[in-house]
């Protein structure tokens, strides 16, 4: 069996890592388009960070190299044939996501806000209102906050978290070339809103971008 | 957590009542990391079609769609949807 | 190599709800229910209940939001939302359930809560 980590345009590997239970690389092309995988005669793979960062360690060096949509986590096929039928039938769709996420990059910034103390409330329509007040506090500090940073990107795509949790999650797609910049507006804007918690982390493979491009 | 009379609090939904000091920097960043690592790697990415796959991510997939109907609920009132009631 | 990849580190952890569950979810715990199945029934109703519940209130606050609401209909809701609440926190305790056995553990995804 193979486990699958990417899609690709880079057709030759060099100086590749391993990737998961240190299985070598391999690659299997088809008209220009290229699945990244490793062979196993057996294969579990739990959500152990082990395994979840060698993933992500072939999805990196991949993307060195050429544009990269990173398969999700955990994809076993019986073997190369299977992925090669995957190429041939998917290749075009393939090409066109290649397309939009070459040169960059994925970057993550969650906003929080920091702690609220529960108010006190008298009745039905001061409980709503005081939820609600709380609510547009949040959706507005997201929106407002991150702004500045849609401009510096080729896409985003909101994430989910948790159900009723004060937290917002954005994905950007920007080139490579822009990360440190990118990472440097974040903190200013970090400096500019002491009330909320704000953190960016990447750069990661497109994994939020290979749906047709971002929302 | 009950609401007593005359002093009633809406239901906090952060679980952050208050500041914690956090642990040594190295163990947050790699706490920090790991949880965006795993967000994408197990809910983003490349999906293949079910049936030539052998094995997927062992997480219940009940839940992740669970988790996917709260937020699509999210997004549908940021486009100023209301679902009949 | 994993620290690497923060870029910008946040103040404290009010971003990332899912830190104070990680080490739970990570280390694949089974969920052995000595109590019988009763109790894990009532874990998993309870939960979908109060994700309802949320969920409800989002809509409730939007209607709000949108002000297609009487005064009076608002405060009717509140109450039912308070009531609601309240209803919770005594079935929880009727079947010794805590906060944190409501918030069902998705594994590396973190809490559904």
Redesign the interface.
């Known amino acids: 069996m193979i486990y699958v980590y990417a899609i690709t345009d880079a057709i030759e590997l060099h100086d590749e890592p391993s990737g998961v239970h240190d299985g070598p690389l391999q690659a299997i092309e088809h008209e220009g388009i290229a699945g990244v995988f490793s062979s196993h005669d057996q294969l579990e793979v739990p959500s152990d960070p082990e395994l979840l960062w060698a993933h992500e360690r072939v999805v990196d060096h991949l993307m060195e190299h050429g544009a990269v949509l990173p398969l999700r986590f955990g994809t076993v096929l019986s073997d190369p044939e299977a992925l090669r039928a995957v190429l041939d039938k998917d290749g075009a769709r393939f090409a066109l996501l290649l397309s939009r996420v070459r040169g960059c990059v994925e970057l993550a910034v969650r906003v929080g806000l920091t702690s609220s103390e529960p108010a006190v409330v008298a009745g039905g329509a001061d409980y709503m209102r005081e939820r609600l007040a709380v609510r547009e506090q949040e959706e507005d500090a997201a929106d407002r906050v991150l702004a500045p940073l849609r401009p510096l990107a080729r896409a985003t795509a909101r994430r989910p978290v948790q159900a009723g949790t004060t937290t917002v999650s954005e994905s950007y797609l920007v080139p490579r070339a822009t990360v440190e910049p990118f990472a440097a507006e974040v903190r200013a804007l970090q400096a500019q809103n002491p009330g909320l918690s704000i953190s960016c982390t990447g750069p990661w493979g497109p994994y939020s971008f290979v749906d047709g491009g971002g929302r | 957590?009950?609401?007593r009379p005359?002093?009633?609090?809406?239901?906090?939904?952060?679980?952050?009542?208050?500041?914690?000091s956090?642990p040594p920097?190295?163990v947050?960043?790699?706490?920090?990391?790991?949880?965006?690592?795993?967000?994408?790697?197990?809910?983003?990415?490349?999906?293949?079609?079910g049936d030539?796959?052998?094995?997927?991510?062992?997480?219940?997939l009940v839940?992740?769609g669970?988790?996917?109907?709260?937020?699509s609920?999210?997004?549908a009132?940021?486009q100023g949807v209301?679902?009949p009631? | 190599m994993s620290s690497g990849k923060v870029l910008v580190e946040p103040p404290d952890d009010s971003a990332f709800p899912e830190r104070r569950s990680l080490d739970e979810a990570l280390s694949r715990r089974i969920n052995a229910d000595p109590e019988g199945v009763e109790k894990g029934l009532a874990q998993l109703v309870l939960t979908i209940v109060e994700l309802l519940r949320q969920l409800m209130e989002r809509q409730a606050l939007h209607r709000v939001e949108l002000g297609t609401l009487s005064e009076q209909e608002i405060e009717r809701m509140g109450e039912t939302f308070m009531a609601l609440a309240q209803r919770m926190d005594e079935l929880k305790e009727q079947f010794g359930l805590e906060d944190r056995d409501l918030n069902l553990d998705l594994g590396p995804l973190g809490t559904l809560l």
């Not at chain 2, 030539?52 to 219940?60: E, H, R, S, Y």
């Open positions: 957590m009950s609401p005359g002093r009633i609090s809406p239901r906090p939904e952060s679980p952050h009542a208050h500041r914690v956090p920097s190295a947050r960043q790699k706490d920090i990391a790991l949880i965006d690592l795993l967000d994408r790697l197990l809910d983003g990415g490349v999906v293949l079609a030539i796959t052998l094995a997927v991510a062992d997480v219940d839940y992740v669970l988790r996917a109907l709260v937020s609920v999210a997004a009132e940021r209301t679902l009631q």
